[in-house]
RNA sequence: CGGGGUGUGGCUCAGCCCGGUAGAGCGCCUCGUUCGGGACGAGGAGGUCGGAGGUUCGAAUCCUCUCACCCCGACCA
């Protein structure tokens, strides 16, 4: 067992908390719900964003930059949309310092008052639609399809590095359509996207559904959503899609003239996923040693380590290894620190999710071999050296299928469902995890549920299979499951 | 905003009750011996003890005020 690191089953949060720091992912900041995202950490985030930002400009999305500080007013024009913000905005009320005339450092200069307060962006559809109204008029100019990457900032009381912190990085897709049903398309093909990401670039499996009304974010009509599962069988909601309808349109008079001469409403999405996904994929794959990685999000893919220290018979080798594996698209650093000890650098990368570790020796290279260690199952094996490239590339490849396949059992083993309420305590309680079971449809049993146990419905899952039951708590008539958990 | 806690070298902390030369481990630097799973030895650098005021011959230690952060709850991605 590492000696740095918390195990899981003593206590998980300080568990995740060793994992960023020991792994070099992020550090706190002086300022108290903010971060510093360290190289490493950004360099897993980096990989997210280049992989995410091809798939928007393979579905016609382009990128732009809207501004970080919005007139307080704007955050005002829709009711929901303010309601749902405006207690966790920071506001810039001041563009001045000055000399504290009694020495004690600077202080605001009461005279740089603004005359209209500043919104540092909690999201951005506000100054977006403010935007928008400008650049459409006619229908050609539909569908307008941007996103953006950015920082917002939201004023958390809590805040967990990487899963809930105040200011965050994400990306934020804003689109406007002629009819509706182009923007409920769009929105679910972007959920469809997200979906894809996280399963075959993060390994991790999940659920497709509609958040309820409780959950929606302020200003949708719909939000669909994409609900993860971590290994303390928390939900983590690891992306959102919304349907806004004509809400914003309509409170920043967004219009355009169709084919018929007919102005309207234009109709709109937008879709998000944040550094929130850094801390999913923690908490999905990583263990006692560390933190894992899947080889698609791995900074480095490969990493050789000579034994005991570098030498030119085993530079050459190692350098020979590395040609092979560049050509065949291998991320590889060769470890040449001779202040290092092997034993070291191996428990290090363990640490920081290295998806494969190369140690040779003379040894091997007598025997034209390598030992090869793969993270995901710490197991470790000699394989010749002829091939090597593709021997590794095929290594890389199960790993990437182990790690998904290794979460979607654990996903699917804590789907649990339930018919009485008492067992929904007792699942919540000793199994944890999703809990599938009947719900009358009302906010209020919602609430209810809530209140009593802490779990919310995550989502009613797409495609459910419609199915009579009773609610099981009010035992009033259902059609449907839906699925709990405590959540993230 | 309630409840609990902590501020002492880069990090983790001891010292405070009972005032008297600021300590340990880890990390860092140098040299040497090592090296197939987190090496060892010797030497060395580094702190106005969160801040302000007070008591005292003398304050990390006692008193007052203040600031900050952490953990647990109410809000959220």
């Given at each position: 067992?590492?000696?740095?690191?918390?195990?899981?089953?003593?206590d998980y949060s300080?568990?995740y908390?060793?994992?960023?720091?020991?792994a070099?992912?992020?550090e706190?900041?002086?300022?108290?719900?903010c971060?510093?995202i360290k190289?490493?950490?950004f360099?897993?985030?980096?990989l997210?964003?280049?992989a995410?930002?091809?798939?928007?400009k393979k579905?016609?999305?382009?990128?732009?930059y809207?501004p970080?500080l919005i007139?307080?007013?704007?955050?005002?024009k829709?009711?929901?949309?303010?309601?749902?913000f405006?207690?966790?905005?920071?506001?810039?009320t001041h563009h001045?310092l000055m000399?504290?005339?009694?020495?004690?450092?600077v202080?605001v200069d009461p005279?740089a008052r603004?005359?209209?307060?500043?919104?540092?962006?909690?999201?951005?559809?506000t100054i977006?639609?403010?935007?928008y109204r400008?650049?459409?008029?006619?229908y050609?100019?539909?569908?307008?399809?941007?996103?953006?990457w950015?920082?917002?900032m939201?004023?958390?009381?809590?805040?967990?590095?990487?899963l809930?912190?105040?200011?965050f990085l994400?990306?934020?897709?804003?689109?406007?359509?002629a009819?509706q049903?182009?923007a409920v398309?769009?929105?679910?093909?972007?959920l469809d996207?997200?979906a894809?990401?996280?399963?075959?670039?993060?390994?991790?499996?999940?659920?497709?559904?509609v958040k309820t009304a409780?959950e929606r974010?302020a200003?949708?009509?719909d939000?669909?959503?994409?609900?993860?599962?971590?290994?303390?069988?928390?939900?983590l909601q690891?992306?959102t899609?919304?349907?806004?309808?004509?809400?914003?349109?309509?409170?920043?008079?967004?219009t355009?003239l169709?084919?018929?001469?007919q102005?309207?409403?234009v109709?709109a999405t937008?879709?998000?996923v944040?550094?929130?996904?850094?801390?999913g994929?923690?908490?999905?794959?990583?263990d006692d040693?560390?933190?894992v990685l899947?080889?698609k999000?791995?900074?480095?893919?490969?990493?050789?380590?000579?034994?005991p220290t570098?030498?030119p018979?085993?530079?050459?080798v190692?350098?020979?290894?590395?040609?092979?594996l560049r050509?065949?698209?291998i991320?590889?650093?060769?470890?040449?620190?001779?202040t290092?000890?092997a034993?070291?650098?191996?428990?290090e990368?363990?640490l920081?999710?290295?998806?494969?570790?190369i140690?040779?020796?003379?040894?091997?290279?007598?025997?034209?071999v390598a030992?090869v260690a793969?993270?995901?199952?710490?197991e470790?094996t000699?394989?010749?050296?002829?091939?090597?490239?593709?021997?590794?590339?095929?290594?890389?490849?199960?790993?990437?299928?182990?790690?998904y396949?290794r979460?979607k059992h654990y996903?699917?083993?804590h789907?649990?469902r339930?018919d009485?309420?008492?067992?929904f305590?007792?699942?919540?309680?000793?199994?944890?995890g999703?809990i599938?079971?009947?719900w009358d449809g009302?906010a209020?049993?919602?609430?209810?549920?809530k209140?009593?146990t802490k779990?919310?419905i995550?989502?009613?899952?797409?495609?459910?299979?419609?199915?009579?039951?009773?609610?099981?708590?009010?035992?009033?008539?259902?059609?449907q499951?839906v699925?709990?958990?405590?959540?993230y």
């Amino acid at each position: 067992m590492s000696k740095e690191i918390t195990p899981r089953n003593q206590d998980y949060s300080a568990w995740y908390n060793d994992i960023v720091k020991k792994a070099h992912l992020a550090e706190n900041s002086p300022v108290r719900g903010c971060m510093v995202i360290k190289p490493h950490g950004f360099a897993v985030w980096e990989l997210m964003r280049d992989a995410l930002d091809a798939m928007f400009k393979k579905t016609g999305h382009v990128n732009a930059y809207f501004p970080l500080l919005i007139p307080k007013s704007f955050l005002s024009k829709e009711a929901q949309h303010v309601d749902g913000f405006a207690k966790e905005c920071a506001v810039v009320t001041h563009h001045r310092l000055m000399n504290d005339p009694n020495g004690g450092g600077v202080v605001v200069d009461p005279s740089a008052r603004l005359e209209e307060e500043l919104i540092i962006r909690p999201t951005s559809e506000t100054i977006i639609w403010d935007t928008y109204r400008d650049w459409i008029q006619s229908y050609r100019d539909l569908p307008l399809l941007i996103n953006q990457w950015a920082n917002v900032m939201r004023w958390e009381m809590r805040t967990r590095p990487f899963l809930r912190t105040s200011e965050f990085l994400w990306q934020e897709g804003h689109t406007a359509h002629a009819t509706q049903q182009e923007a409920v398309e769009e929105t679910l093909r972007m959920l469809d996207v997200y979906a894809d990401f996280a399963e075959n670039f993060m390994a991790m499996p999940v659920i497709k559904g509609v958040k309820t009304a409780n959950e929606r974010f302020a200003g949708a009509e719909d939000t669909y959503c994409i609900e993860a599962l971590m290994q303390d069988g928390k939900a983590l909601q690891a992306g959102t899609s919304h349907f806004l309808g004509q809400n914003f349109a309509k409170a920043f008079d967004v219009t355009f003239l169709s084919k018929e001469n007919q102005r309207e409403h234009v109709w709109a999405t937008s879709w998000g996923v944040s550094t929130r996904l850094v801390g999913g994929l923690i908490m999905t794959h990583s263990d006692d040693e560390g933190l894992v990685l899947p080889p698609k999000l791995a900074p480095i893919q490969v990493v050789i380590v000579p034994i005991p220290t570098p030498q030119p018979e085993i530079n050459d080798v190692a350098e020979k290894i590395m040609r092979e594996l560049r050509d065949l698209n291998i991320t590889v650093k060769y470890d040449t620190d001779d202040t290092k000890r092997a034993g070291f650098k191996f428990a290090e990368y363990e640490l920081r999710g290295m998806p494969v570790r190369i140690a040779i020796g003379k040894r091997d290279i007598e025997n034209n071999v390598a030992e090869v260690a793969r993270r995901d199952t710490r197991e470790k094996t000699t394989i010749s050296l002829d091939g090597i490239g593709n021997s590794i590339k095929q290594l890389l490849d199960d790993i990437q299928q182990n790690l998904y396949n290794r979460a979607k059992h654990y996903r699917d083993e804590h789907i649990t469902r339930v018919d009485s309420f008492d067992e929904f305590i007792d699942v919540l309680e000793h199994k944890t995890g999703f809990i599938s079971a009947h719900w009358d449809g009302t906010a209020e049993t919602e609430e209810t549920i809530k209140e009593k146990t802490k779990a919310t419905i995550r989502c009613i899952p797409l495609n459910n299979p419609h199915e009579d039951g009773v609610c099981v708590l009010t035992g009033k008539p259902s059609k449907q499951r839906v699925l709990f958990a405590k959540a993230y």
